[in-house]
């Protein structure tokens, strides 16, 4: 079984910065992509940043530099560091491990985390 634990959510000020982290247990991947994705009350989900195993990065339109993902292959972890937070960063955090290269890869969620960005 597959669990992904986050960790690192919060309340921050606006211009503020956090680091969100998340570790997968449960099996081994050689192919897959990992990263957070968003959900704002009353938004849809989105991307805000996914690398894959081989270091592959992707970023949300919004993010404009102001987050860094990164990845740790051997502890099958991803990091989001978020800087310059703004009160639209507001929003529940998903972790997701897939692998969107084959058709019915898996497909992995974390139970989120909340960030709230307000003074």
């Known amino acids: 079984q597959v669990q992904l634990v986050e960790s690192g959510g919060g309340l921050v000020q606006p211009g503020g910065s956090l680091r969100l982290s998340c570790a997968a247990s449960?099996?081994?991947?050689?192919?897959?992509?990992m990263g957070w994705y968003r959900q704002a009350p009353g938004k849809q989900r989105e991307l805000v940043a996914t690398?894959?195993?081989?270091?592959?990065?992707k970023y949300g339109d919004f993010v404009t530099g102001r987050f860094t993902i990164s990845g740790d292959n051997a502890k099958n972890a991803v990091y989001l560091q978020m800087n310059s937070l703004k009160p639209e960063d507001t929003a529940v955090y998903y972790c997701?491990?897939?692998?969107?290269?084959?058709?019915?890869?898996?497909?992995?969620w974390g139970q989120g985390t909340q960030v709230t960005v307000s003074s």
């Open positions: 997701n491990l897939r692998n969107p290269w084959v058709i019915e890869g898996f497909n992995y």
């Open positions: 449960g099996s081994r991947f050689n192919a897959y992509e």
């Open positions: 690398i894959t195993g081989r270091g592959a990065t």
